[in-house]
T-cell receptor, first 111, second 113 residues
């Protein structure tokens, strides 16, 4: 299947822990993104990479660090998790300026 | 900065009713406009798009027309089905903003049989 995939789908962890979410796309796109969806369903961009180069870095705490080992992968590492980090995180990909394709989301719950 | 405003939800309709979800935008450049749909427990799927003024996007019976004069991109469907129940997001993308999508707040639609 050609798609954007994310792992894990659900992530439950304690405050203070460090966790990672992985994203892979096999659509051959050059650009990948991370979005955060809060409890009210509001979606906001966090990061964007184009060909492994960071091009968008919104006002996100520096506890969040994206890593792109190649243009098909964009992982999100979060240090020292806080209650407010609980959300659904979506990965997406696109050819620059075209429509974005979204992954199924990772629901992160911080206890 | 860029922004998108959607009509407040939730919206509840009976099957076969007419649907309109309003969307207006402000943008510093010349945006492309999108409607995405999120079914329960799933990611976002592109429903339709329009890239220039007066373009009409359409898919699965949904339509939206890019109106530059009113900075609007309202979503319409003539006869909704129970399976259309989902959250609908209006979004824009401006080339000079690094291709980020700016989303509206989302509108929850529930269609009852």
């Amino acid at each position: 299947d050609t798609a954007v995939s994310q792992t894990p789908k659900y992530l439950v962890t304690q405050m203070g822990n460090d966790k990672s979410i992985k994203c892979e796309q096999n659509l051959g796109h050059d650009t990948m993104y991370w979005y955060k969806q809060d409890s009210k369903k509001f979606l906001k961009i966090m990061f964007s990479y184009n060909n492994k180069e960071l091009i968008i870095n919104e006002t996100v705490p520096n506890r969040f660090s994206p890593k792109s080992p190649d243009k098909a992968h964009l992982n999100l590492h979060i240090n020292s998790l806080e209650l407010g980090d609980s959300a659904v995180y979506f990965c997406a990909s696109s050819q620059v300026e075209n429509e974005q394709f979204f992954g199924p989301g990772t629901r992160l719950t911080v206890l | 900065g860029d922004s998108v405003t959607q009509m407040e939800g939730p919206v509840t309709l009976s099957e076969e009713a007419f649907l309109t979800i309003n969307c207006t935008y402000t943008a510093t450049g010349y945006p492309s406009l999108f409607w995405y749909v999120q079914y329960p427990g799933e990611g976002l799927q592109l429903l339709l798009k329009a890239t220039k003024a007066d373009d009409k996007g359409s898919n699965k019976g949904f339509e939206a027309t890019y109106r530059k004069e009113t900075t609007s991109f309202h979503l319409e469907k003539g006869s909704v089905q129970v399976s259309d129940s989902a959250v609908y997001f209006c979004a824009l993308n401006v080339k000079t903003s690094g291709s980020r999508l700016t989303f509206g707040e989302g509108t929850q639609l529930t269609v009852n049989p």
